[in-house]
């Protein structure tokens, strides 16, 4: 979830190793699935000795995709307030 697979070499240099060239990938890890944060959620927290112990996963992806619903609606309505 968000983390990067890569070393500080690959991350800065790009695949070709070469210093802007163009082809760094900076802030690709900002962009998590929604899938990656389910599993990671049901994996964390889900089952035996655990905050929930059963849940459905549709529960989980509602709910997660109602808390990203939300989040960009706060974003817009500040973006706004701030224009």
């Not at 163009?22 to 962009?31: A, L, N, V």
Request: charge should be negative; proline fraction near 2%.
């Amino acid at each position: 979830m968000g983390l990067i697979n890569k070393t500080q070499e690959e991350y800065y240099l790009g695949p070709d190793g070469l210093w802007n060239s163009h082809d760094e990938d900076y802030g690709s890890y900002q962009f998590v699935p929604i899938n990656d944060i389910i599993n990671t959620f049901m994996v964390a927290y889900v089952g035996e000795d655990k905050n929930i112990s059963k849940v459905k996963r549709t529960d989980v992806q509602f709910h997660a995709m109602r808390a990203i619903q939300n989040s960009v609606l706060i974003c817009c309505l500040k973006i706004k307030l701030l224009k």
